[in-house]
């Protein structure tokens, strides 16, 4: 038996390598192999983002379908089109009703001045005062009659007596008058609210909430959606005022309520896991 001894030299060199390693066709194909196993993650990895791709298309369809879904079903279409338009006729009218009242009493003034410049118990000088109050008053009047037919609508609406200009006017009546005050601190808030929310979309909200819940929606979706939609398109047509203001707010009234419609179960759910983590959060 021999037996290696420790002053023996260490062989030195290069690796010997296997028959595997020296032979170039197993090299190759152990390199192909390598080579196919990413081709293949890398298809897999394709095919998962294009199927999430796919995915995520398709849900933005399916909302996008229960969306005109909702938008055009008929008794919902009529009360949203009779909330947008009565709004919109409603802050018409009281546009022009307002310019036509500004320019009536810039007129009676230039009559009255007009009276003044040939009165022979006045000085040229008085006389000439009461031509230039005329002349302003004039120059009122015109400006306040042209904002008042500025638009299509305007011109049309215009041409109707003063006793159908203010029945129209009551189309854009809200809640509670601009006069009234709170009768308790704790209502300012909501008095404050209530001077913003049209009368129309107050109706029109409940009929179409009556309407969803005889549909059998969720009681509390059909409230909130509801009462989320006219309380959001109150404050964006208060913010932007007028005519514009009734077509605008009512939009967004339209886009609040069926986002609501739409994640409110989702809401509801994290509301309950919530109370399931800790009950006292809803105490």
Known sequence: ?????????????????????????????????????????????????????????????????????????????SLTLADISGGFIGATAVRVSKFHRFADDALEKAERAARLTTSQSLSLANRTKAAAIQITNDLRAKDAIDQAISTRAANVISRFPPRVRNALGFLDAKLLPKSVKAPSPFLIGATKMA???????????????????????????????????????????????????????????????????????????????????????TR
Do not use: C, W
């Open 1 to 77: 038996m021999h037996i290696p001894r420790d002053d023996q030299p260490e062989v030195t060199g290069p690796p010997i390598l296997t028959p595997i390693e020296t032979d170039p066709v197993a090299t190759g194909v152990g390199s192909e192999v390598d080579q196919n196993e990413s081709y293949a993650r890398a298809y897999a990895e394709a095919a998962q983002i294009v199927k999430e791709a796919r995915d995520k298309e398709s849900q933005s369809q399916h909302v996008l379908v229960r969306f005109l879904t909702g938008v055009l079903d008929p008794v919902k279409l």
């Open 195 to 281: 001077k913003i929310i049209p009368g129309i979309g107050f109706v029109a909200t409940a009929v179409g909430v009556g309407y969803d819940l005889n549909q059998g929606k969720d009681p509390t979706i059909a409230v909130a959606s509801g009462t989320g939609s006219l309380l959001s398109g109150a404050v964006v047509g208060a913010a932007i005022g007028g005519p514009p203001g009734a077509i605008i707010g009512g939009v967004a009234g339209i886009g609040v309520g069926f986002a609501i419609d739409e994640f409110g179960d989702d809401m509801s759910n994290i509301g309950k896991k919530l109370e399931e983590i800790n009950p006292k959060m």
